[in-house]
Each structure stands twice: as C-alpha cells, then as structure tokens.
C-alpha cells in the first residue's frame, strides 16, 4: 500500500524512490532472512529493524498529525534529521544481512537453476544476492540525497541560510 498511497498522492512521497524502500524491506525478509536461517542471527538484522522501527514511528506520527492539520515542530524535525544517522544504520545493516546469506547461498543454491535444463538457461542465487549488494552502490546515495535536499526544502538548510543574512 506504500506504493500506491504514493502513487496517489496520499502521502507526500516519491513513487520510484518508495518503491525502491518496499522492495528492499520485502526482499530482505522473504528473499534473504526466510530462507537462510543463518542470515536471521546476523548483527544486520538488529540494525535493521532498530532504525527501520525508529524511522517507521516517525513518519507514521508525522503523517497522522498532518491528516490532523497539526505539524509539530519537533515531530517535523525529527522526521527531517534522524534520516541522516538511521539511513546508513539501516543498509549497513540490509548489507550485513545480505552477507551473511552469501555462503549459504552458494552452499545449499536455493532459487538456482544450474545447467543443463529445459530452459537453456542458469540462475545462481548467489550472484544474484552480490547484484543486488552491488546496486546499493548507485542507489543508496541517491535515496540519501534526495532525504537531505528534502530536509533542505523543509525545514532549512543551516550554513546555506547563515549565508543569506
């Protein structure tokens, strides 16, 4: 439903960039934590949900109150800077997790199709986990910047506004 209320104009976020959220989240439990049990003890999976919760408490508080048409100010500030410690918390965590899986990808192949096969064609779960670390590379600083450029937007900027006066 995060994609859609987006879609939708619902809540006040970027489609593609929440889509890119859903997806990991999703991903990560069903793709990395459901089948490698080993992943599940990962110190990954505590950074993960600590600032995945931390983040989810606010937005959410911070949607409500504004369906309320109430825009605490420190709600607001929360929502704005907390991002800049908990983001990195949590793909450092997403990443750890995904690591942890690695071996026993290889190890047990889950989701791999080996050749040969009726499909001509090979899959190998294991690599697919390194891509999918390796996206993090190009994503993750634009979902960052685009949190700090909206900071900016919304409650300031600090040494660019000094400026100004």
């Not at 929502?79 to 190890?107: D, H, N």
Request: glycine fraction near 6%; proline fraction near 6%; include cysteine.
């Amino acid at each position: 439903l995060e994609i859609v209320h987006a879609a939708l104009g619902i809540v006040p976020s970027n489609v593609l960039l929440t889509s890119f959220q859903v997806f990991s989240r999703v991903f990560l439990v069903w793709g990395v934590l459901h089948p490698f049990k080993e992943a599940q003890t990962s110190l990954g999976v505590s950074l993960c949900l600590g600032a995945w919760s931390i983040t989810e408490i606010i937005r959410y508080s911070f949607y409500t109150f504004a369906l309320l048409n109430m825009k605490p100010y420190v709600l607001q500030w929360c929502r704005y800077t907390f991002f800049i410690v908990l983001y990195p918390i949590g793909v450092t965590g997403e990443l750890l997790t995904i690591y942890s899986a690695l071996r026993p990808a290889a190890e047990q192949k889950p989701f791999t199709l080996e050749l040969p096969n009726p499909y001509n064609y090979s899959f190998y779960y294991h690599y697919f986990l390194v891509v999918i670390m390796l996206s993090y590379i190009p994503i993750f600083p634009q979902l960052f910047f685009h949190m700090i450029h909206q900071r900016r937007k919304i409650i300031g900027g600090g040494a660019k506004e000094a400026k100004k006066e």
